[in-house]
C-alpha cells in the first residue's frame, strides 16, 4: 500500500536553532500533502496544505516565517522550524492525498516528536 | 464550517467488552467520513471509511454506519482486545469541489484492561 516515510521519528533541539522534518511517498507520487500538529492528548491540528511546485497554503494563526513548508517534487515535502522554541515542542505529522481517490484516500507518516530545550 | 464532534474519553473497559463512540458531524452535502486510529507514538492508521449514506464501513471487528438523518458515524466493536488500545479519531471530508481537508474530531482515548 502507500507509505510514506517520515523522518526523524524523534529531535531534541536546542532553543535558536532550526530543525527539518521530511515527508517521503515511497511508492506513489504526493501532489498533496498536509502537515498537522498535534497537542498532548488533543487532536490534529491541520497546519498547512502543500501542492507540489507552489507555496503552501498555511491555516490562519500559523505562522509561516516559522513554519517553512518546501514541496519541490512529487515524491519529498519538508517542515523546517525555524528557531525553534520551547513553545514549538508539539508532534508534527505529515499525510498524503492519494490520487486518484483510492479506498483509503489518504496515508500518514508516523510522526516526528520535537522537543525543544 | 465543517465539524466533527466525538464523545470525550477517556473510555476504559474490559477485554471482550462492547465498545461505543459516538460521532456526529455537520457538513453540507455528502461528506465522506473516516475513523482512524492512533497507537502511542504513531501516525494515524485508517480504520474504516464510508462515503455515502447507509454505507457500513467495518476492518478489524470495527464497524461504523453512515446515517445521514442523524448525522451520525459512531464506531461500534462488540468484543474488544488488549490490543486495541489507541486513541481513535473520527474524521470527514466535504463532499465535491477541490476541499480534500479532513476535519477531525478531538479524539478519544480507549484502555482496554486485561
Known amino acids: 500500500g502507500a507509505v510514506v516515510s517520515q523522518h526523524p521519528s524523534r529531535v531534541i533541539c536546542k532553543s535558536g536553532t532550526s530543525v527539518k522534518i521530511e515527508c517521503r511517498s515511497l511508492?506513489?507520487?504526493?501532489?498533496?500533502m498536509f502537515w498537522y500538529r498535534q497537542f498532548p492528548k488533543q487532536s490534529l491540528m491541520l497546519m498547512a496544505t502543500s501542492n507540489e511546485g507552489s507555496k503552501a497554503t498555511y491555516e490562519q494563526g500559523v505562522e509561516k516565517d516559522k513554519f517553512l513548508i518546501n514541496h519541490a517534487s512529487l515524491t519529498l515535502s519538508t517542515l523546517t522550524v525555524a528557531s525553534a522554541h520551547p513553545e514549538d515542542s508539539s508532534f508534527y505529522i505529515c499525510?498524503?492525498?492519494?490520487?486518484?481517490?483510492?479506498?483509503?484516500?489518504?496515508?500518514f507518516g508516523s510522526g516526528t516528536r520535537l522537543t525543544v530545550v | 464550517g465543517d465539524s466533527v464532534t466525538q464523545m470525550e474519553g477517556p473510555v476504559t473497559l474490559s477485554e471482550e467488552a462492547f465498545l461505543t463512540i459516538n460521532c456526529t458531524y455537520t457538513?453540507?452535502?455528502?461528506?465522506?467520513l473516516f475513523w482512524y486510529v492512533q497507537y502511542p507514538g504513531e501516525g494515524l492508521q485508517l480504520l474504516l471509511k464510508a462515503t455515502k449514506a447507509d454505507d457500513k464501513g467495518s476492518n478489524k471487528g470495527f464497524e461504523a454506519t453512515y446515517r445521514k438523518e442523524t448525522t451520525s458515524f459512531h464506531l461500534e466493536k462488540g468484543s474488544v482486545q488488549v490490543s486495541d488500545s489507541a486513541v481513535y479519531f473520527c474524521?470527514?471530508?466535504?463532499?465535491?469541489?477541490?476541499?480534500?481537508?479532513?476535519?477531525f474530531g478531538k479524539g478519544t482515548l480507549l484502555t482496554v484492561n486485561p
Open positions: 511508492d506513489f507520487q504526493a501532489t498533496t
Open positions: 499525510s498524503a492525498r492519494l490520487e486518484p481517490a483510492t479506498k483509503d484516500g489518504y496515508t
Open positions: 474524521a470527514l471530508r466535504p463532499s465535491g469541489g477541490s476541499n480534500y481537508k479532513l476535519t
Open positions: 457538513a453540507t452535502g455528502y461528506p465522506s
